[in-house]
C-alpha cells in the first residue's frame, strides 16, 4: 500500500501502521481515510498529502 506525505510538515501517513490515535486501524488505505482526517502532526487537511515516492 502506498505511503502519503504531508506536505507541510513530512508527517508519512503509513497504511500498514494505520493512525490508532484516531481510531484509524492498521491496514486502512489513504483513500479509505475519513474526509476530515487531519494530520496527526501538524493538523493539515488530507488533501494537501501526496503519494510518496
Same mark, same amino acid.
Given at each position: 500500500?502506498? !505511503?502519503?506525505?504531508?506536505?507541510?510538515?513530512?508527517?508519512?501517513?503509513?497504511?500498514?501502521?494505520?493512525?490508532?490515535?484516531?481510531?484509524?486501524?492498521?491496514?486502512?488505505?489513504? !483513500?479509505d481515510?475519513?474526509?476530515? +482526517?487531519?494530520?496527526?502532526?501538524?493538523?493539515?487537511? !488530507? +488533501?494537501?498529502?501526496?503519494?510518496?515516492?
Amino acid at each position: 500500500m502506498t !505511503k502519503y506525505v504531508c506536505s507541510n510538515c513530512g508527517f508519512v501517513y503509513d497504511p500498514a501502521e494505520g493512525d490508532p490515535f484516531r481510531g484509524i486501524i492498521p491496514g486502512t488505505a489513504f !483513500k479509505d481515510l475519513p474526509d476530515d +482526517w487531519t494530520c496527526p502532526s501538524c493538523g493539515t487537511e !488530507k +488533501w494537501r498529502f501526496s503519494p510518496e515516492d
